[in-house]
């Protein structure tokens, strides 16, 4: 059985930093496409950031360098190292892989960027 767990969501200040992590169970990231999506109250989930099979990274476009995604392969687990963090980045985010036919989620972790 797969499951993806999420950690690392906080409160924290404009500017600062977080580190998330999403650790896998049942499947291996090793070989698979992960991404980092989130999503805002009100608004649709969006990509932030994903790294391919073949290690080519991707970020949405809000993300401004200010977000670094790495697959830890000893561990079996994706990292997002969000930096500059900014009230418009509050929101739960999820990691997600997939197998053919199948997507994986989750339960998400929450981020509130707030004075």
């Known amino acids: 059985q797969v499951h993806l767990v999420e950690s690392g969501g906080d409160l924290v200040q404009p500017g600062g930093a977080l580190r998330l992590s999403c650790a896998a169970s049942?499947?291996?990231?090793?070989?698979?496409?992960v991404g980092w999506y989130r999503q805002a109250p009100g608004k649709q989930r969006e990509l932030v950031a994903q790294?391919?099979?073949?290690?080519?990274?991707f970020y949405g476009a809000f993300v401004k360098g200010r977000f670094t995604i790495s697959r830890h392969n000893a561990n079996n687990t994706v990292d997002l190292q969000m930096n500059s963090l900014e009230p418009d980045d509050t929101a739960d985010y999820y990691c997600?892989?997939?197998?053919?036919?199948?997507?994986?989620w989750g339960q998400g972790t929450h981020v509130t960027v707030s004075s």
């Open positions: 790294i391919t099979k073949a290690n080519d990274v």
């Open positions: 997600n892989t997939n197998r053919p036919g199948l997507a994986y």
């Open positions: 049942g499947i291996s990231f090793s070989n698979r496409d």
